[in-house]
């Protein structure tokens, strides 16, 4: 097991924050050995993440710790042929943004609606750095972490977007976010179609990751994904 530090999210708590990395081989003494090393060189919680049924479950939960959420990993199966276009929003795809004004509305879109993760379910976690994390993370991610973003637009103004992680034979979508006040008028499914439309028939495996009670599971299943992977989160605090 490995012990790794997580600059990112110590950054935005003001915490100093670590991951476990477990092996297929490890049991309590690896956990107890990681959380005493993560302890002696103060970190305030390590997070752990294992798939669902793994024995090192029974041994985390007999430590007294309770898991936090469960990830769904979700694989495009069937790629469906139906047309990217919406009435009321033009779409398109970037590979970065440089505008100062349409970055600001995809942090402050994400900030507003991402509100279902490990982060958001921990109530030691301060929301408000939750907020701030989540708007940096989608600001770093559409000015040149991901490969491309797609965005709808109405009236010029950003709407919703999707962010994707395009790794040659694998991609990932990583970040998908529309704005409450167009929550439900189909915004999000245009853009997983214009996802799916510009993968076409690549010979890759594409994913997306979301909580297994995010009602967003129904709009992936809708369009070809298929759960096939789930994973229990914990977090360890040691302070």
Known sequence: MKLEPSPFDSKQYGLTIGR???????????????????????????????????????VVEAMGYAAIDTLVTSTLRTRSASTAQHDAVTLEQVSRLDDPGDIASIARITADVMKTSHLHADARLPIAQTRALYAAWATNDVTGRAQRTFLARAAGQIVGYITVLDRGSSIMIDLVAVDEAWRGRGIGAVLLRSVIAWIGDRDVVATIGTQRENPALGLYARHGFVPTEEHVTYHLWLT
């Open 20 to 58: 476990l990395v477990p092996e297929s081989t490890d049991g309590a003494a690896e956990l107890r050995e990681c959380i005493d090393a993560a302890t002696r060189v103060g970190y305030a919680v390590v997070f752990l993440r294992l798939a669902r049924g793994e024995s090192l479950q029974a």
